[in-house]
């Protein structure tokens, strides 16, 4: 008994020690795989980093670039207004008809490049450039003075600046969009392979459980068999032994009263007296007849004693069998009875190690039901975070890709025509410049 306790502790430890075993394996894999995620993001973040030095000098040089480029503008305006000071002051009327026969001749690039902002707005479908060219063509109808060419230029200037603007802010969701969807999208694999796990965990505990508390119960069945089994083997043999007990005190008393009657017939027809002999004498006279004498009757003696004598063998043979019948039934009662002590014993062994086993997976049970419970509902507020993303950043009637591109094709048109419209005015200036020197001279 003590043998088979310990053998069945030695396989429920062997058990708990392979489940421990498994799961540092998975842990194992997991650290791997995290190591690995570990390089690639350290990779990434090197070539972020880097790229960002880039982005970085590149910034600088630009920034220095535009602060040149706007003092030489800033310096450019000064002189243009200071010359035009000087023109309002000592020009004629002659000039300002100068001035008109220029607006004149520069009407028809205007016109130029309001076909082209009008051309831009059909071809990408877009309002905004044609609320631009309607303003610019009020402008153009209604504007007098030299400060058409600089209304129309900031008109145009105002909606590169405004595309410019929107393209990167589009650039920027975008980016958002891509982040955000990575990481949602990987936090949802992650979940889904962790609720997968949870769930093959749950699902096997509750299998092994199971199956554990229906080994548990057919023990305890047979348990009950068993003790039915010994009870009435104790009762069997209680009514045996009783049988033996009446039997053998019978055989006994018979034999006992057998043996007394043959002592007694053998002390009776063993000692009989010598038979009475006459002597015949010589002489010839004629005596009278003796009297009959009683003898025994040793041949009727000696049957009986022979009868009594079987009676006495039947007798020890009956005890003899009667105790060979008990010694063999009480040797396999008790033979039986050690077997179902050691059945039962194993059996009990069974029940107390399933049963502390079936109730420790029953609390592993619970707490991966409540696992599971907490994934699945941070799977559904990662599932509602998805579906908002996707309707914010894939639902678009027209992708990013392409909008990047008609909007680079509006600011590459507007800035055609922009140049247009600085090629106008420094002609206008070139004129004014002659013009100046006519008054001049």
Not at 290 to 313: D, M, Q, R, T
Not at 396 to 412: F, L, M, N, Q
Request: with cysteine; hydrophobic share 35%.
């Amino acid at each position: 008994m003590l043998k088979q306790s310990l053998e069945d502790q030695i396989a429920a430890d062997t058990k708990s020690l392979n489940e421990v075993k498994q799961q540092l394996s998975a842990a194992e894999e997991g650290k791997a795989t995290a190591e690995g995620n570990l390089a690639t993001a350290s990779k990434d973040l090197a070539a972020a980093q880097e790229e960002l030095a880039t982005l970085h000098s590149d910034c600088l040089t630009t920034a220095a670039d535009y602060e040149a480029t706007v003092t030489s503008r800033t310096e450019e305006l000064a002189v243009i207004a200071k010359a035009k000071k000087i023109l309002e002051e000592t020009s004629s009327g002659a000039v300002q008809q100068s001035y008109s026969f220029l607006q004149v001749s520069a009407s028809s690039r205007n016109n130029k490049v309001l076909t082209t902002i009008k051309s831009l707005a059909k071809k990408h479908h877009s309002s905004a450039l044609a609320q631009l060219a309607s303003r610019m063509q009020t402008v153009m109808k209604y504007g007098s003075g030299a400060d058409v060419f600089a209304k129309i230029k900031g008109l145009v200037s105002d909606m590169i600046a405004k595309l410019e603007k929107e393209a990167e802010e589009d650039a920027t969701e975008k980016a958002y969009c891509d982040e955000e969807m990575k990481k949602t999208e990987d936090k949802k694999a992650e979940l889904e392979e962790d609720l997968a796990k949870v769930t093959a965990k749950l699902e096997q505990s509750a299998a092994n459980s199971a199956k554990l508390k229906h080994e548990v119960k057919t023990a305890q069945k047979q348990l009950a068999a068993l003790a039915k089994e010994q009870a009435e083997m104790d009762a069997i043999r209680g009514e045996e032994h009783g049988n033996y007990v009446t039997a053998t005190n019978d055989l006994k008393a018979g034999l006992s009263g057998v043996q007394k009657a043959l002592g007694v017939l053998r002390d009776y027809y063993e000692n009989q007296d010598e038979a009475f002999v006459q002597e015949v004498g010589v002489s010839m006279m004629q005596q009278p007849a003796a009297p009959e004498k009683h003898g025994k009757s040793g041949g009727a003696g000696g049957s009986i004693i022979s009868i009594l004598e079987v009676c006495e063998s039947d007798f020890s043979d009956n005890l003899a069998k009667e105790e060979a019948a008990e010694s063999d039934s009480q040797a396999m009662y008790e033979k039986t009875t050690q077997e179902n002590k050691v059945t039962k014993t194993t059996l009990d062994q069974d029940v107390k190690y399933k049963t502390a086993e079936f109730k420790g997976l029953d609390a592993a049970i619970v707490e991966l039901t409540s696992d599971k419970d907490t994934l699945n509902t941070e799977y559904s507020a990662v599932m509602d975070y998805y579906t908002e993303l996707k309707d914010r950043c894939v639902a678009k009637p027209e992708s990013y890709e392409d909008r990047k591109a008609r909007r680079e094709a509006e600011i590459e048109g507007l800035k055609q025509a922009l140049q247009v419209l600085e090629d106008e005015t420094a002609f206008v200036q070139r004129k004014r410049r002659g013009v100046r020197g006519a008054v001049e001279a």
